[in-house]
């Protein structure tokens, strides 16, 4: 028999430094689960992707138990890394703070390929694109045509 789902959490925690404190703790606090225990086990399940940024969907059942789903780091977070900006441009249609190849967006779609909703790698490119363009990132070379 399935247990009955009370509710779902969504946090975003650096890969392997889950711990009680702020925002974790008060977030699972309130919803009455074990804190010690997700910090552990997300530790553990996050140990390769050590200092990224994860997002994760936690699912709440009624006896105060869970379960969780570490997802890819957010696009935004891997343009940053793959062209080293610290933040995105505060007017993207105006000021552009880098530049980025339709290489690295491919990589990138690679990585995010499981979380996006497109069947084809070059949907998933244009996903990430839009996302870059809408950061204040210029998308350099020829696209990819989508069939």
């Not at 404190?21 to 140990?47: D, H, T, W, Y």
């Not at 690679?110 to 996006?116: A, N, Q, V």
Request: glycine share 8%.
């Amino acid at each position: 028999m399935a247990k009955e789902i009370s509710g779902y959490l969504k946090l975003q925690i650096r890969g392997g430094a889950a711990n009680p404190s702020p925002p974790v703790g008060p977030a699972l606090g309130a919803k009455g689960l074990n804190i010690m225990e997700f910090c552990k086990q997300f530790n553990a399940r996050s140990q390769e992707k050590q200092g990224q940024l994860l997002p994760v969907v936690v699912t709440i059942f009624t006896d105060k138990s869970f379960d969780f789903v570490i997802k890819t780091p957010p696009a935004a977070t891997l343009i940053m890394e793959a062209i080293k900006l610290k933040k995105g441009s505060s007017e993207p249609n105006r000021s552009k703070v880098g530049s980025i190849s339709w290489d690295q967006i491919k990589e990138i779609a690679e990585i995010k390929m499981p979380d996006l909703n497109a069947f084809k790698i070059e949907s998933a490119m244009h996903m990430v694109a839009g996302t870059a363009r809408s950061m204040g990132v210029k998308v350099t070379g020829q696209a990819p045509v989508a069939n």
